[in-house]
């Protein structure tokens, strides 16, 4: 079955940088599209950034700029590049695959989501 399992997070300063890693099995991420997501407590999910099967990219207008979303199709795997890390970036991450191959869709319909990272940026 499919599966992701995130990895890469931890407690930086500001404007430190992290890498995310999301390792997928039980189908070819890069043949459909992951994004990234994240959720702070008491917050909303919001949606970070996305990939397409066609390396089309797409970020929140919050991390532009500063977050780099990629991935590897020999390990099946994919990357958030986080840089110029902010207090308000803080928060819990987490990689999700939706089965299609374009990314216009909304977040409920990501099909398989990772355990989560926690993200803690300080001042």
């Known amino acids: 079955q499919v599966q992701l399992v995130d990895a890469g997070g931890g407690s930086v300063q500001a404007g430190g940088s992290l890498r995310l890693s999301c390792a997928a099995s039980?189908?070819?991420?890069?043949?459909?599209?992951l994004g990234w997501f994240r959720q702070a407590p008491g917050k909303e999910r919001e949606r970070v950034a996305t990939i397409n099967k066609y390396g089309g990219t797409n970020y929140a207008d919050s991390v532009k700029g500063r977050f780099t979303i990629s991935r590897d199709s020999a390990v099946n795997s994919a990357y958030l590049q986080m840089r110029s890390l902010k207090p308000e970036d803080s928060a819990m991450y987490y990689c999700?695959?939706?089965?299609?191959?374009?990314?216009?869709?909304?977040?409920?319909?990501?099909?398989?989501w990772g355990q989560g990272t926690q993200v803690t940026v300080s001042s």
């Open positions: 999700a695959a939706l089965l299609r191959t374009l990314c216009i869709s909304p977040a409920q319909d990501f099909t398989y």
């Open positions: 039980g189908y070819t991420a890069s043949s459909h599209c």
